[in-house]
């Protein structure tokens, strides 16, 4: 009885040395920085702009990589900022503007971030419009509906510098927490307009109608992306943050229709 | 009342490890909480105008959200408690649906049913130029579609638990169906309708899945206290852990008012 009784204990205890011995064991996987062989499982966050393209980079850098395992948190970037600052474990971060990459760095959490990407603003409308907009001065028309992103994501800043700029005075219905929340809102056509970016309008295939803004009249914003300097998986962290600077990589964020940085 | 079951004093270990870790599961993140809140600077926190707008709005839906409730609730459960009618079951399965649908789903159906494009909303849009997403009126539709089901369930559940004899007694002596209900029914289920309304209330405070999929998210309009919450820890986390601490007093105001209900053991009510 005393053997049988003390089993639950046992297995918690075996439970926590293995723990133990996976942290101890990661260091001999360290690779040199190389394009070849790196192997493991990562967690790469990134910002929800990027769900489309890095899915594919994931899948790419997967085959060109077996033994490697890519899984993603899309998501508002600075959502993603404060979820690895509160010890999220993260061993990529790409984020839609330099601001909440900062907050990461700042934090001793993720060094010399490379920008991979630039991406810039459009308006999304439904397929079918009850209020026309051709231009940015229509999303002033009284009772209109634009969605935009809430001020504390890029998207949601990007799109209050392009409002300024332009000196167009909107007054958004609501403010999502990120873009394909935005993106959701337009499909579904109950609201008028969003403000996205190009490369949403180009993902949508059709679901939604882009109004392009003239290039003297848009906002960009650029993408980092880094490792996390926490991260159990360096190498494969790395050799991932370099296939998305690859030719290979860039392609397939050109083909989204992301600027080259 | 007798005590029915001796209190052992000395738990087998193999049961009290687990159950402490479980404890201590349940209560660490709220004590995480509570460490962590910004108490120097809660004031200045809740009392931002962000913060109020919040409060104020939450305060406002979710005690429509119960009102509608119960006007329309009370009814549906004596239906499913006392009336014999076709598809009564599918009826009450269909009451306790939102209660296990994931929220956000619950968002997306209203939109598909509210919404400008909505099978209702376009409706409603063209005929009266009403549109309720992005409305407080959509918030507190969100809230009523989520927290009903807490309400129906409690109160059909005391009504069939009820005795019929006061019901038949009143009618005997000559009450109308109405009176019965008015004078009888109502007092004998009162402390139930009161604990559904409490936890109907305090489920609609708490909504954010469909809240923020149907109604979006606007200070001073759609913000409720958990969207604030959540779009706060992207910005100012502080501000997020503050009105955090709002909520978690909600919720302990309402384990105390339900006190009776849930924290005496042993006495099935």
């Known amino acids: ?261 | 009342m007798s005590r029915r079951h001796r209190t052992t004093t000395q738990p087998p270990w193999p049961v009290a490890v687990p159950a402490v870790l479980a404890l201590l599961f349940l209560g660490l993140p709220l004590l995480a909480l509570l460490i962590r809140a910004p108490w120097g600077q809660l004031l200045s926190v809740l009392t931002s105008p962000t913060s109020l707008d919040a409060l104020r709005l939450s305060i406002i839906t979710a005690t429509a959200a119960t009102v509608i409730s119960v006007i329309v609730g009370v009814p549906l459960a004596w239906l499913l408690a006392r009336a014999i009618f076709p598809g009564r079951r599918f009826a009450r399965a269909l009451v306790t649906v939102p209660l296990v649908l994931p929220p956000v789903v619950g968002g997306i159906a209203l939109l598909l049913a509210f919404g400008r494009r909505g099978i209702v909303g376009q409706y409603l849009d063209q005929w009266f130029g009403i549109t309720l997403p992005f409305t407080t009126a959509g918030v507190v539709i969100a809230e009523a579609f989520v927290a009903m089901p807490f309400l129906i369930i409690t109160v059909e559940g005391a009504l069939r638990g009820l005795d019929g004899r006061f019901e038949d007694a009143a009618a005997t002596l000559g009450a109308s169906r109405l009176t019965v209900f008015r004078r009888i029914t109502l007092p004998l289920i009162a402390p139930s309708l009161v604990a559904g309304a409490v936890l109907t209330f305090a489920r609609a405070l708490g909504e954010f899945g469909a809240t923020i999929t149907f109604a979006g998210n606007l200070p001073g309009v759609t913000q409720t206290l958990p969207l604030a919450v959540y779009i706060g820890l992207e910005g100012d986390p502080s501000e997020a852990i503050a009105l955090s601490l709002v909520l978690l007093a909600f919720s302990i105001a309402v384990l105390v008012l339900l006190r009776d209900r849930w924290l005496r053991t042993g006495t099935p009510t």
Not at chain 1, 16 to 44: D, F, K, L, R, Y
Not at chain 1, 123 to 137: C, G, K, M, Y
């Open chain 1, 1 to 261: 009885m005393r053997i049988r009784s003390m089993l639950p204990v046992l297995a918690l205890v075996g439970l926590m040395t293995s723990c133990g011995q996976n942290t101890n064991a990661t260091p001999e996987t360290t690779q040199p920085t190389t394009t070849a062989a790196a192997s493991g499982s990562i967690t790469v966050f990134a910002a929800a702009s990027l769900k489309g393209t890095f899915t594919t980079i994931g899948s790419q850098f997967e085959a060109a990589n077996p033994g490697a395992t890519v899984t993603f948190n899309f998501g508002g970037s600075s959502s993603l900022a404060t979820q690895i600052t509160q010890g999220a474990p993260a061993d990529v971060f790409a984020s839609a503007s330099n601001k909440t990459m900062e907050t990461v760095t700042t934090a001793k959490l993720a060094a010399d971030p490379s920008v991979f990407a630039v991406n810039s603003l459009e308006i999304a409308t439904p397929t079918t419009q009850s209020i026309p907009v051709t231009s940015l001065a229509d999303l002033a028309t009284p009772g209109i509906k634009v969605a935009v992103c809430q001020i504390d994501v890029p998207c949601g800043a990007t799109a209050l510098a392009l409002f300024e700029k332009n000196k167009v005075t909107v007054t958004p219905t609501s403010q999502e927490p990120d873009v394909k929340a935005v993106m959701s809102k337009v499909t579904l056509g109950e609201v008028d307009a969003g403000i996205v970016y190009v490369t949403d309008v180009q993902a949508a295939k059709g679901s939604v109608t882009g109004v392009e803004i003239p290039a003297d009249q848009n906002v960009t914003t650029k993408y980092p992306i880094a490792t996390v300097l926490t991260t159990k998986q360096p190498a494969t962290a790395t050799a991932f943050v370099q296939y998305l600077l690859s030719p290979a990589g860039q392609k397939v964020m050109r083909e989204a229709g992301f600027a080259a940085p």
